[in-house]
């Protein structure tokens, strides 16, 4: 509802400047209605969501559409690229830049698109919006099989999550830099920034082994992650703000549900406490001032 959005973005606008929506559901539309109504002071990266225009085989969970399927998908995505339009005119003021899509090329992905019609849909959005453009996608196909986007795009996108590619904390910024490193270099001259960049607080071993998921290694990562990007001023979009429990499996310690700054229930995980210390429940609080004593 607005006022569930609205409590959410009260409490995010303590701390950022930039929001990344994924869609042009209304659930973004009401996002931006809120900022604009409210006064908030946010710029918001909007996304279109892409379906799959072709089958992928190498996706682990699955990914193989018929001819029907495609074709209905085609259709979506042209309609979402058009809601992406209308938005991006509606709030010119708040909608700073428009990605085409999220981890649409890269080879797990379960919503392929081919690459010359990323083209396409990057296109018709330049033709029809003042924002920048650009498309989030895992650092590794940006070192090969996108360069042709790139070259129609304003801005990079990279994500990069060490804790999915084994590594622990004391080598994930470095790790990190690298993936940042590896696309910045390939393309001399073009912005390059961060969209997705975090650390899970819990796994059931799926793809994160369970010794390297805590509110811990979050905090460290994030703590490190925060100073290098301020200091090279790379904007960054943190993993993100709640954690998402509807998200993978129904095993409650799956990591794509636990990579959220705030718990489900909006109290601040360790990464966030002393910031948000007036969302912690009363019982914490005193329980950490009699340690603390």
């Not at 396409?120 to 042709?148: D, G, M």
């Not at 805590?214 to 290098?228: D, I, P, R, T, V």
């Not at 549900?257 to 948000?276: C, I």
Request: charged fraction near 25%.
């Amino acid at each position: 509802t607005y006022d569930e959005i609205k409590e959410d973005l009260l409490i995010l606008a303590k701390n950022w400047q930039y929001l990344r929506l994924y869609d042009c559901t209304p659930h973004a539309e009401v996002v931006l209605e809120v900022i604009a109504k409210e006064k908030l002071h946010f710029m918001v990266m909007l996304g279109v969501d892409l379906a799959a225009e072709m089958s992928n085989p190498h996706c682990p969970w699955g990914a193989d559409f018929s001819d029907e399927v495609l074709t209905a998908n085609r259709r979506k995505n042209r309609e979402e690229i058009e809601k992406a339009i209308l938005l991006a005119n509606r709030y010119p003021d708040i909608v700073f830049c428009v990605s085409i899509g999220n981890e649409a090329s890269v080879e797990w992905t379960d919503h392929m698109v081919p690459v010359d019609s990323l083209v396409a849909h990057a296109r018709r959005l330049k033709s029809t919006i003042k924002q920048p453009l650009t498309f989030c996608e895992n650092y590794v196909p940006w070192t090969y099989k996108l360069e042709p986007l790139a070259e129609v795009l304003d801005v990079i996108s990279i994500h990069t999550y060490p804790a999915w590619e084994y590594r622990s904390v004391h080598d994930a910024l470095e790790y990190t830099m690298q993936n940042y490193h590896s696309v910045v270099d390939h393309y001399p001259g073009k912005p390059v920034v961060i969209t997705e960049a975090g650390w899970t607080t819990a796994s059931n071993g799926r793809g994160i082994e369970p010794h390297n998921a805590s509110e811990e290694l979050q905090a460290q990562y994030y703590e490190e992650l925060l100073e290098w990007t301020t200091d090279e001023k790379i904007l960054t979009f943190v993993f993100e703000a709640f954690d998402e429990p509807w998200k993978g499996s129904p095993d409650p310690l799956e990591p794509e549900k636990h990579w959220g700054l705030f718990n489900l229930d909006r109290t601040p995980k360790l990464a966030m406490r002393e910031l948000y210390k007036e969302l912690l429940p009363d019982d914490h609080i005193s329980d950490k001032a009699a340690s603390a004593s």
